[in-house]
Nanobody, 126 residues
Framework: QVQLRESGGGLVQAGGSVRLSCVAS????????MGWFRQAPGKEREFVAA????????YYRESVKGRFTISRDNGNNMAYLRMNSLKPEDTGVYYCASGSPYSDHAAASNSGWHYWGPGTQVTVSS
């Protein structure tokens, strides 16, 4: 199975930018659709963005469209989330996740996310 680990979080001012990284180990990331989720204090975890195995299709929650960009580098077993124009409501723990191997189902349907990283904290100050 694939293991995931996020990095790149931290404290940023509103309007600033952060790029999160997710490194995969154990199996090649090219076999998996990848997603980013976040969880704010006292709230449920929510979907942020997803990308298919080839990178040809991306999906975003409405509130981050035009500000966030999900991407991947299959050759280096990495996935990324570039976050621009950050707002205090973007604060939370950000998780990367992968679907089942050899399927884009998780990205297309936002279900069937099987593997998760431990998360990285992003705090946006006003």
């Amino acid at each position: 199975q694939v293991q995931l680990r996020e990095s790149g979080g931290g404290l940023v001012q509103a309007g600033g930018s952060v790029r999160l990284s997710c490194v995969a180990s154990g199996r090649t990331i090219s076999a998996y659709a990848m997603g980013w989720f976040r969880q704010a204090p006292g709230k449920e975890r929510e979907f942020v963005a997803a990308i298919t195995r080839s990178g040809g299709n991306t999906y975003y929650r409405e509130s981050v469209k035009g500000r966030f960009t999900i991407s991947r580098d299959n050759g280096n077993n990495m996935a990324y989330l570039r976050m621009n124009s950050l707002k205090p409501e973007d604060t939370g723990v950000y998780y990367c996740a992968s679907g089942s191997p050899y399927s884009d189902h998780a990205a297309a349907s936002n279900s069937g996310w099987h593997y998760w990283g431990p998360g990285t904290q992003v705090t946006v100050s006003s």
